[in-house]
């Protein structure tokens, strides 16, 4: 028992001087690329001008941006018009004279900005541009595919207005804002769809300019002008709610189905479970953050690329919800990725 004892004891001993080495060459290696992608970031500076830091889509991003920002060293401005053309020209020029390692940029609509963003890329600057997009293609584009959910919100209306005891094959879209890029694309892909089935009858074509009060007002004037409504698209779900108290005003709710697409916020959901709303197009504005945060690492890891040099674009991942889905990571809340 002794001997066996001692043998083992000295297995183990020779074992640890054969691992001992290996452990500390092991404890020395670095990861290949990490100190280089870390010090590309380190410092450097970003600055965002969104539509409005009240909507739950720009909350999203920033909030994923900014835990980027805080792992990785470089700095992220936000600088918030609130829904002011005027102020957003001011607060991107602002930037522009800053010179920042990149500017991210929503914009209002296809032209307010579109001279500017190429000054912006005439002076270095890299530009993100996130789901709305400028006549200028800049450096990279992450967002919807446009054209694709006026096909989808459509489709879903043709469907269901075509389909053998419907009250009408009259449809209504509820714009957004008419200059707007997500409200051009839209377009193209609802003409679309209208022309492959024929019959399909769009009533009404009226900016609501995200605001529900306006898609209320709009939509219970449709109603009156046309009792059989059958179903009703729109551009924003946060605005859709004004169309969907109007249908339920009416009593109209089993006849009217109101499509339409957000950023898959917790509010959206409960607006499909209090019947104010029947489907929503979710492009789900975490996945979207994420997205563009792996732009922004692309971008300022390569100080060589000149502004403009490459353009690329990222269209998310969309999810049709309706009362069956409405629920879990479909309806995020804010405090559940801080």
Not at 94 to 121: C, F, H, S, W
Request: hydrophobic share 40%.
């Amino acid at each position: 028992m002794k001997t066996m004892k001692k043998l083992l004891l000295a297995a183990i001993a020779a074992v640890s001087l054969v691992q001992a080495p290996h452990m500390a060459q092991a404890a020395d290696v670095e990861q290949i690329g990490r100190s280089a992608y870390l010090e590309a970031m380190t410092g450097k500076k970003v600055i965002f001008v969104p539509l409005s830091q009240g909507m739950d889509l720009n909350q999203a991003w920033v909030t994923v941006w900014q835990r980027h920002a805080a792992r990785y060293g470089f700095t992220l401005e936000v600088r918030d018009p609130n829904m002011n053309t005027d102020a957003g020209i001011r607060a991107l020029q602002g930037a522009i004279e800053e010179k920042p390692d990149l500017l991210i940029v929503q914009n209002p609509d296809v032209q307010t900005y579109a001279r500017m963003l190429k000054q912006a890329q005439s002076a270095g600057i890299k530009v993100l541009q996130v789901n709305m997009q400028s006549a200028t293609q800049t450096d990279s584009y992450v967002g919807n595919d446009w054209i694709e959910m006026g096909r989808l919100e459509a489709g879903e209306l043709a469907r269901t207005c075509m389909a053998p005891g419907a009250p009408s094959k009259k449809i209504v879209w509820l714009a957004g804002v008419q200059t707007g890029a997500a409200n051009i694309f839209m377009r193209t892909g609802i003409d679309q769809i209208i022309a492959e089935n024929p019959g399909l009858e769009l009533v009404s074509d009226q900016p609501a300019d995200y605001d529900s009060e306006k898609a209320r007002q709009i939509t219970e004037t449709v109603l009156q002008q046309h009792p059989d409504l059958c179903g009703i698209m729109g551009i924003w779900d946060n605005a859709e709610v004004g169309a969907g108290a109007a249908v339920l005003a009416a009593g109209k709710q089993d006849q009217v189905t109101i499509v339409t697409n957000g950023a898959g916020a917790d509010t959206g959901c409960e607006s499909i479970k209090k019947g104010l709303l029947d489907v929503i197009y979710n492009f789900n504005a975490p996945i979207q953050g994420e997205i563009a945060a792996q732009q922004i690492s692309e971008l300022l890891q390569h100080p060589e690329r000149e502004a403009g040099a490459e353009k690329t674009m990222f269209f998310g991942p969309i999810t049709r919800v309706d009362k069956d889905n409405a629920t879990g990571r479909n309806c995020w809340k804010i405090d559940d990725f801080k």
